[in-house]
């Protein structure tokens, strides 16, 4: 079964750090481009960063640009996503979400079921 | 990037079609066929419904089509039931890397 299965969330103080991760099972990790998707509560969905198969390539939202950084291990079918001088407006579920292809994606066919980061003093 | 523009809300009738529109511009819906379509119950993780414009992945109902004119794509949902209540997203490459998604759209089944 193809899976992706997020952690790492918590309570963090505003200018504070936090590591997600995201297991895949069920698919050859390194053949795809995999994304991070946040949803602040009660709105709606906005992409973050994505990164390449390989991990040769990544890309993020200007609104995060400097302060995440997104990597993979495909040894271990795990994808990261590195936050830190998080502010409030971080707030959100984020989503580890699987690119149907390569990027630039033309779709997310598969997600995780979220893990929640709460920046907050 | 701005995010595509979709109605708050959406309605109809059991059976009934109920289609919702979400309007970008050139640089983003207008100017690829990387236009993709999600549904989201409460609580739950996004689903995928519709890719690259049209194309339905597999285990998604025939019910549900998406159509693009222009820098407006649209997403029809028919026969409506009542496990169709969700909110619906739109997303579309946007060129330069960037990918954006709509506000979103609450669909109601009456």
């Known amino acids: 079964e193809v899976q992706l299965l997020e952690s790492g969330g918590g309570l963090v103080q505003p200018g504070g750090s936090l590591r997600l991760s995201c297991a895949a099972s069920?698919?050859?990790?390194?053949?795809?481009?995999m994304s991070w998707v946040r949803q602040a509560p009660g709105k709606g969905l906005e992409w973050v960063s994505a990164?390449?198969?390989?991990?040769?390539?990544?890309y993020y939202a200007d609104s995060v640009k400097g302060r995440f950084t997104i990597s993979r291990d495909n040894f271990k079918n795990t994808l990261y996503l590195q936050m830190n001088s998080l502010r409030a407006e971080d707030t959100a579920v984020y989503y580890c979400a699987k690119d149907r292809n390569n990027w630039p994606t033309d779709a997310f066919d598969i997600w995780g079921q979220g893990t929640m980061v709460t920046v907050s003093s | 990037q701005s995010a595509l523009t979709q109605p708050p809300s959406a309605s109809g009738s059991p059976g009934q079609s109920v289609t919702i529109s979400c309007t970008g511009t050139?640089?983003?819906?207008?100017?690829?066929?990387?236009v993709s379509w999600y549904q989201q119950h409460p609580g739950k993780a996004p689903k995928l419904m519709i890719y690259?414009?049209?194309k339905r992945p597999s285990g998604v109902p025939d019910r549900f089509s998406g159509s693009k004119s222009g820098n407006t794509a649209s997403l029809t949902v028919s026969g409506l039931q009542a496990e169709d209540e969700a909110d619906y997203y739109c997303?579309?490459?946007?060129?330069?890397?960037?990918?954006?998604f709509g506000g979103g759209t609450k669909l109601t089944v009456l």
């Open positions: 069920g698919f050859i990790f390194s053949s795809y481009a």
């Open positions: 990164i390449s198969g390989s991990g040769g390539s990544t």
């Open positions: 050139s640089s983003d819906v207008g100017g690829y066929n990387f």
């Open positions: 690259e414009v049209t």
């Open positions: 997303s579309s490459y946007a060129g330069s890397n960037n990918l954006v």
